[in-house]
């Protein structure tokens, strides 16, 4: 059966990016000019997704918003022969994809926000893309992950070797062994293990292709000990009656949701960016003269 579905949870409080989340969706920050979600959604796009439903909660209507039309503003740009922004500001709402927007009432953890899915998909395939995580190859990773189902007709998981010392941040898998090259058969797996704990250094990065039989599982999931749902938990018993694959990326992760890497990749972008590179490259040489003196001071 054809992917044609996505799930992008949108729900998290962002407590991560306090203050400026108290009133504002973190999936709406900008990398340079560009909300984070807007990068997910093009990566559905561009891999072929038709249906995406996006699970938010309170505060988060600006995302409705922004992939909405904006008559005036796109009057005035119109009026004053900007033709370059009325054509971006109108592309992102005539994306060529359905957007669906559904509310997750409580934080209950990822696996809550995804049982929310249920009669969206139904009894087909689908793709979940979590916003923190931005992923950059020659074929999106979300569309590996589809041509890997269409080889395997299983659920098959985005994982990426971590750092040992940050394995407790990720859902890891216990690899079994390679039956393709970058295919990995799992014996299990588990969420956010103790670093002494963790059966491999392979994290569970931001993409899952899921057979719909995950649904029933989250239904009888048993939330953890900080009273979530938690979706490597339902992956892992869903393990334990049909195959589920780990699929291995090669490309780059920006990891976009803490403080630190946010600003990192804003400024990988940012250099790359036809209106700012050239500054902000100049900006960043001088930069790193001038705290170089300083470290020699
Ligand atoms: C979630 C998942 C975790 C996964 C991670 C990837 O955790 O629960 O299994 O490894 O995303 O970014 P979160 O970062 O929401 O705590």
């Given at each position: 059966m054809k992917v044609r579905k996505a799930i992008i949870p949108a729900?998290?409080?962002?407590?991560?990016?306090?203050?400026?989340?108290?009133?504002?969706?973190?999936?709406?920050?900008?990398?340079?000019?560009?909300?984070?979600?807007?990068?997910?959604?093009?990566e559905a796009k561009k891999s072929g997704i038709e249906d995406i439903l996006i699970v938010t909660g309170k505060n988060k209507r600006s995302i409705e918003d922004h992939f909405d039309s904006n008559p005036e503003l796109e009057q005035n740009l119109q009026e004053k022969g900007k033709t370059g922004l009325l054509k971006m500001s109108q592309d992102i709402t005539h994306l060529g994809i359905n957007i669906y927007y559904?509310?997750?009432?409580?934080?209950?953890?990822?696996?809550?926000?995804?049982?929310?899915?249920?009669?969206?998909?139904?009894?087909?395939p689908f793709v979940v893309m979590l916003g923190d995580d931005?992923?950059?190859?020659?074929?999106?990773?979300?569309?590996?992950?589809?041509?890997?189902?269409?080889e395997t007709h299983a659920s098959t998981i985005a994982v990426m070797p971590v750092p040992h010392k940050?394995?407790?941040?990720?859902?890891?898998?216990?690899?079994?062994?390679?039956?393709?090259?970058?295919?990995?058969?799992v014996k299990s797996f588990v969420e956010k293990p103790a670093v002494d704990k963790a059966p491999s250094d392979f994290a569970i990065i931001g993409r899952y292709l899921?057979?719909?039989e995950i649904f029933p599982i989250l239904a009888e999931q048993k939330p953890d000990k900080g009273g979530e749902i938690q979706l490597t938990d339902a992956i892992d018993t869903m393990n334990k009656t049909q195959r589920v694959f780990a699929h291995v990326f090669n490309g780059v992760r920006?990891?976009?949701?803490?403080?630190?890497?946010?600003?990192?990749?804003?400024?990988?972008?940012?250099?790359?960016?036809?209106?700012?590179?050239?500054?902000?490259r100049k900006y960043i040489i001088?930069?790193?003269?001038?705290?170089?003196?300083?470290?020699k001071e």
């Open positions: 729900a998290g409080l962002g407590t991560r990016f306090m203050p400026v989340t108290k009133s504002m969706p973190k999936e709406m920050l900008p990398i340079v000019d560009k909300p984070t979600i807007q990068f997910i959604v093009e559904t509310r997750q009432p409580y934080p209950a953890g990822l696996g809550d926000a995804i049982a929310r899915g249920r009669s969206f998909v139904g009894d087909e931005l992923m950059m190859d020659k074929v999106p990773l979300t569309k590996q992950l589809i041509d890997r189902y269409n940050e394995v407790s941040k990720y859902g890891i898998i216990k690899p079994e062994n390679e039956i393709m090259p970058g295919l990995i058969n899921l057979t719909p920006h990891d976009v949701g803490n403080k630190e890497n946010y600003l990192e990749t804003s400024i990988e972008y940012g250099l790359k960016h036809p209106e700012t590179k050239d500054a902000l001088n930069l790193g003269k001038k705290l170089e003196k300083q470290g």
